[in-house]
């Protein structure tokens, strides 16, 4: 059975922290492993990981995939409130995309 | 703003009622979503078209029905709804099913419709 298992599943931090976020799969036919922010309605795309051991950057978050050992980390440095969300990923198959449970991230000032 | 347009945003519906919910994209993408999604909960898949024909159900109820009129559109008919159906209802598409063949065809989520059923 496919599964994504992401952790931990809340978080809170203070401004200016680093966080990392875990995100564990087991995909069947696995092809890519995506990474999302939700706040209150759409998630949004941030990152979409094919290869292992390169790092994605998009100004403060980063990500990298490990194809070995099926899992990803995003990672949010110097955090904002403005970071305040849901983090969501999923395993693609080809076929679907199979979503985690999410990490509920919440930043204080 | 996002490039999926949901329509409405907000929905309130008795059990007997009979609504649709639409969906438009216009990136010329041949996928194309449905999901729900719980309080707390992740996005939950429903049905997948491809190229406007109905490639996945998730062994949803007969009450909810999917129908792809053309490849920018997406349409959820909702009839004789539970209360337990009520929820965020997401469109999502993508240049094709799944990741696609160049590995670079993320989901592009709507802002959905917010679903209550009394």
């Known amino acids: 059975e496919d599964k994504v298992v992401q952790s931990p599943l809340s978080l809170v931090v203070h401004e200016g922290d680093t966080v990392t976020l875990n995100c564990s799969y087991e995909v069947t036919n696995f092809r890519s492993l995506l990474w999302y922010k939700q706040e209150k309605k759409a998630p949004t795309f941030l990152f979409m990981l094919?290869?292992?051991?390169i790092e994605k950057k998009s100004g403060r978050l980063s990500s990298i995939l490990d194809k070995k050992e099926l899992f990803s980390i995003l990672n949010i440095t110097a955090t904002q409130t403005g970071d305040s969300a849901v983090y969501l990923c999923a395993g693609d198959t080809g076929n679907q995309f199979y979503f985690g449970t999410g990490t509920s991230l919440t930043v204080i000032p | 703003d996002t490039e999926v347009t949901q329509t409405p945003k907000h929905l309130v519906m008795g059990m007997t009622n009979k609504k649709s919910l639409k969906c438009e994209q216009h990136?010329?993408?041949?996928?194309m979503y449905w999901y729900k999604q719980k309080a707390k909960k992740p996005p939950e898949l429903m049905f997948v078209y491809s190229y406007e024909k109905l490639s996945i159900n998730e062994s949803v109820p007969s009450r909810f029905s999917p129908e792809c009129p053309n490849s920018s559109l997406l349409n959820l008919h909702l009839h004789a709804l539970q209360p337990e159906d009520s929820a965020l209802y997401l469109c999502?598409?993508?240049?094709?099913?799944?990741?696609?063949?160049?590995?670079?065809?993320?989901?592009?989520f709507g802002n959905g419709t917010r679903l209550t059923v009394t």
């Open positions: 094919t290869s292992s051991g």
């Open positions: 999502a598409s993508s240049q094709e099913q799944g990741g696609g063949r160049s590995y670079n065809s993320p989901l592009h």
């Open positions: 990136m010329g993408h041949r996928a």
